[in-house]
Structure formats: C-alpha cells, structure tokens
C-alpha cells in the first residue's frame, strides 16, 4: 500500500529544496564579504557621494585594513595575530555617515563598537568574540573655542593635546580639566568622567560639559535639549558607548594663572627610612592641602642603587600649583616637610608648558608637539584601581612595600582628591567617586616583549598585588574607575543573566547610580545595540520581553526558521521512506 504523504512530489519538492538551501544559507554565520556588499549598500543612502563610500569603509581585503585598524591601539596586547579582528573598520568623516553606520550595522545585526582613539585599557572598542564593526571616529576631530563666552566644541575623536593646543592658540589665561597625557581621545576619556591635574580646584572634565551631540539607536542625531536630561546626564561618566555615538561635545573652559610650577621630588626607601614618612604625610596633606595644588604619587619598585643586586621602593611625588613656585615651597615647609621642597625644586612655566612637562617632554619642546596624534609604540600593559578612603597605617605601608618588591614589577599611582571633588554630589554625574575618597589608586604595570608566558606573569602580579590591598581600599562596593577599564572585575555575555551579570561591575564602577543608569538604558536602547563587555545592561524585566522587539525578533526569527527547515527535512525523509 503507498504511503500517504501531506506534501505532492514535483514540483513542490523542488521549490521546497530551494527554500531550504536559501533560509539555511541565510542562517550561517556572515562572512566578510557578504557584510562588506550588505553594508556598503545600505550606507551608500547616508552620504552625500555614493561613489566615495567604498573610501570609509576598510575590508579585510583592503591593503590599508591592517594599518588603520592598529593606528589607536595602545596596548598592544590587543595586537597580535590571535586577537579577534572586525569584519569592517568604518571611518566616518561626516554626521551622516555615522547615521548611517548605526543603522546599517543593526539591519544586518552586527555589533558595532565604537573607538574614538583614546588609550581602551583592555581594548574593548576594537576586540569582540563576536562578529563586529568597528567604528573609528578619529576624523572627527574639529575644535572650534570660544573665548568670548568660554566654551570650546569639540568633536569625539579629538585628543586631548589637540584641545589643551587649540586653546592656548586663542588664550594664555583659559585651560581645560583634562588628563596629562595628550594621546587620551576627547571621546571615551569625557564619557567616562575624565580627570587630570586640575581635579582638585576645579574637578572632572565632566562638571564642564554644557552640551553635546549624540547618534542615538535609532539613528537620529540629538543635541541637550532633545535628547533630555536622563540621556545628557548618563553621556557624563557613564560611558557614552552604552547608549549612541558620541560626536562632539561643549565644554565650558577655565581660568588659569599666567604662570603655574610644577616640581617633581623623588625618595627611595634604601637610603633613608624617609620615603614611609613621605607617603605618611602625603596621605594626611595631598588630598586637604590648597586646592590649587595637585600632588600625584608614584611609587615604584625599582633596582637600590644602595646595595647591589637588591630591590627598592621609590617615591616620586609630581605636582602642579596653579600660582608661583614661592607660595607653594612656603605652603609645602609648613605642610609637608618630609616632602624636602625648596623654591629651588620648582619650575615656573605657562599652563600649556606645563602640559608638556607632564607629558613627559623635554623642556625644548614647542607646544605644537601636541597634535602629534601617533606614538612611536604601544606598549604591553595592565591596569586596575581602587579608591582609598581612610589613610594607610605605616605598618600597612611597610607590609605593601614587602609585597611590590617580591612581586617584581607592578606600581601605584595616588592621586589625591579633596577640593572641588569633595564639594560635587555623588549623582551629580553618573561618576560616583567624590566626598569621602582620599585617593585614587592606579595600578600599572608595562613590558616590552610579547609572549603567553610573559603576559600571565605580569597580568599576575597586578592581581596579587589588588588582591593584598584589600584591607586598604574601599569596600561594599569596591570602587573603580570606569575609565581604568578592568575586566578582571566583571564581564557581559548578555544572556539571560545579563542584568546581574552587569551590575557586578556595575556598581563598583557606578556604586548607587548604576541603577538610574540601567533605568536610562533601558528607555534609549531597549535592544541594546549599543553593547561591550562592560556596558550598561538593560533592565531585567526585558528578559521576558525581548522577543517583542530588535534582538528579539531576530532571536525568534531565527528559532523559526531552524523548526522550519528541522520540520521540512522530516517531511522530506517522509517523502522518501
């Protein structure tokens, strides 16, 4: 007897053949090249010049992919050949253009992350396990200053040593709040907060921005007043890649002296015990002293140049005062006497010469050395922090010091807070780190040459070494600084523990307004386009709901079409049997 069969043979079968080979082929993983034809198509509706659109966009079969893609890495554990690499790098050069990029990249569901050529501790704007473009916003880099009303517009991809050149180009007496190294990009180092030497008298890079522009996930470009005072709030230290491109933003200037000092005074522990006593007293003075003078502290250990073959601890103490070198030596021999400062330790400079003397320059050099935007190399790094709150006994100092010498490599840097920190609220901005911290702790440790075996070890002394602060450092949360990415502390697979798996590093980087910020996420990004290890996850109701919108009508589509093709293979054995 023949078998019954729901489905007629012929012509059907064929048709039906066809449909599987299409929805399974549309169902692989995307290639290179069916990313490079899908998204050139779609952005050739964003420009003004169809034809120049293959010129922005870099293969990995171009010849400059390779070049372009390593021009802002600045760790170069990220540069290797086993490091995951983009589909496409995308180098806009004008607003459309980044539109444009956000819309295509989500109609074909790629991950876009977003670099603005700043440092990426851990590289997080141009590395993903998952298939993805990135997104270099280093053409936009236009600074427009105001001196009239003191303000300067200027775009992402700016670096700092552009901004600090650009203004003292129009003003002697105007500066900006930002970080000693001039390499840093306006883009990430504002969104996520941005500190610098000036911390103390006039506080973050964020308590100066009025206003900004962002590409937002549904493509449109907003501005303050039309993306609202949820969204302008989060941009301000919640890091702007959780919720849209950031294109420019304006930033209110500040006043400077027409001459500044600076002086650097080192101490190591091996020729006197007065290198303990340096940190004793810098913990009590740096962080309540003027709120002029900034005192950041490196401590180090190094080689004794006492006894051979042993190893020490140096301190170094830099500083910059907003005044002369005769107040601050005055202000330091009563303060800080273990300090040693005398007039003659101090250099008076401008504030721009004092840019280049933290950044490491010689005292030749011209200020125009800060729109050099390359570095000669990018080292092998790792960072971490911590925020200190109550000042470290000497027998706690003399146990860390034991502690940095067995481990071989790994330093700190302190930067004290106080002044302006402290008088700024804690929600203020989403950056949370004001009254009550004394000190920022950045632990740092670089090396030259590459290896599995090299980087495990040093990565590994910076862990220990975190590990053994912990009596020392903030806790409920242990606090850190978002822009001191560190995914030691916590990463994002979004799945279905995304939102707990977020507030793990959430609410060290966050403390109480990770919340607000999943709240604002939430309403801007349901979808969550807008995603790296670290972002800010949405809230956890959409778990249940996500199939109602973005990636969820992907997921679910996908799931329907693979119980398509399962069932129609089983009617076409069917056909068979």
Known sequence: MKKSSLFPSGNFLFLFLLLLLNVSASLAAPTPESVYTSFLQCLTNYTKSPDQVSNIVFAQTNASFSSVLQAYIRNARFNT??????????????????????ICAKSIAIQLKIRSGGHDYEGISYVSDQPFIILDMFHFRNITVDIENEVAVVQAGATLGELYYRIWEKSKVHGFPAGVCPTVGVGGHLSGGGYGNMLRKHGLSVDHVVDAKIVDAKGRI???????????????????????????????????????????????????????????????????????????????????????????????????????????????????????????????????????????????????????????????????????????????LEGIWEKMIELGKTGFVFNPYGGKMSEVSSDATP????????????????????????????????????????PFVSSSPRSAFLNYRDLDIGTNSFGKNSY??????????????????????????????????????????????????????????????TLMVKVGWLFILELFI
Request: aromatic letters at 10%; hydrophobic letters at 40%.
């Open 81 to 102: 050949t086993s490091t995951p690499k983009p589909l496409l790098v995308v180098t806009p050069s004008e607003e459309p253009h980044v539109q444009g990029a956000v």
């Open 222 to 396: 907003l501005d303050k007043e039309s993306m609202g005072e949820d969204l302008f709030w989060a941009i301000r230290g919640g890091g702007g890649a959780s919720f849209g491109v950031i294109l420019s933003y304006n930033v209110k200037l500040v006043p400077v002296p027409e001459v500044v000092s600076v002086f650097r005074i080192a101490k190591s522990l091996d020729q006197n015990e007065s290198a303990t006593e340096l940190v004793l007293q810098w913990q009590q003075v740096a962080p309540h002293t003027d709120d002029r003078l900034f005192m950041r502290l490196l401590l180090q250990p190094v080689s004794s140049k006492v006894v051979k073959g042993q190893r020490t601890i140096r301190a170094t103490v830099m500083a910059l005062f907003l005044g002369g070198a005769d107040e601050v030596a005055t202000l330091m021999g009563k303060e800080f006497p273990a300090l040693g400062l005398s007039k003659e330790n101090c250099t008076e400079l401008s504030w721009i010469d004092s840019v280049l003397w933290w950044g490491n320059f010689d005292n030749t050099t011209k200020p125009d050395a800060l729109l050099d935007r390359d570095l000669n190399s990018a080292s092998f790094l790792k960072r971490k922090s911590d925020y200190v709150q109550k000042p470290i006994p000497k027998k706690g």
């Open 431 to 470: 950056f949370p780190h004001r009254a009550g911290n004394l000190f920022k702790i950045q632990y740092s440790v670089n090396w030259d040459d590459p290896g599995v075996e090299l980087e495990n070890n040093f990565t590994s002394q910076a862990r220990m070494l975190y590990s053994y602060m912990t």
């Open 500 to 561: 707990a798996e977020g507030a793990v590093y959430g609410v060290k980087y966050f403390n109480d307004n990770f919340e607000r910020l999943v709240k604002i996420k939430t309403e801007v990004d349901p979808e969550n386009f807008f995603r790296n290890e670290q972002s800010i996850p949405v809230h956890p109701r959409l778990d249940s709901e996500a199939i109602k919108s973005g990636a969820g009508k992907l997921l679910h589509l996908t799931l329907y079409w």
